[in-house]
Nanobody
């Protein structure tokens, strides 16, 4: 079992920045770490992921604005969000994919609210 705990959400003005953090209880056998978001009335969608091999993937809507990174020593993945827009308002969820003994398991954090508004 992997627990994910997010932090760093909040209220920010358009054009501002935030950095989200997600601490994993363990990164053993974790292949992918990332972030998804879910706006009110909409489906949860990919924001950015990073693999154990340091392959990065970003949603087109955030390319050039968001940066995902990780600190292996701290079991932490970050999402730096710059030039925020109101349409980025959503609950942001940390995600982990673990493959252990051939079985894949998804894990989710509890979510952190990001509100972009003046």
């Amino acid at each position: 079992q992997v627990q994910l705990v997010e932090s760093g959400g909040g209220l920010v003005q358009p054009g501002g920045s935030l950095r989200l953090s997600c601490v994993a209880s363990s990164i053993s056998s974790i292949n992918v770490l990332g972030w998804y978001r879910q706006a009110p009335g909409k489906e949860r969608v990919l924001v950015a992921t990073i693999t154990s091999g340091s392959y990065y993937n970003y949603a087109d809507s955030v390319k050039g604005r968001f940066t995902i990174s990780r600190d292996v020593a701290k079991n932490t993945v970050y999402l730096k969000m710059d030039s925020l827009k109101s349409e980025y308002t959503a609950v942001y969820y940390c995600y982990a994919l673990r493959t252990k003994w051939g079985r894949k398991s998804d894990y989710w954090g509890q979510g952190t609210q990001v509100t972009v508004s003046s």
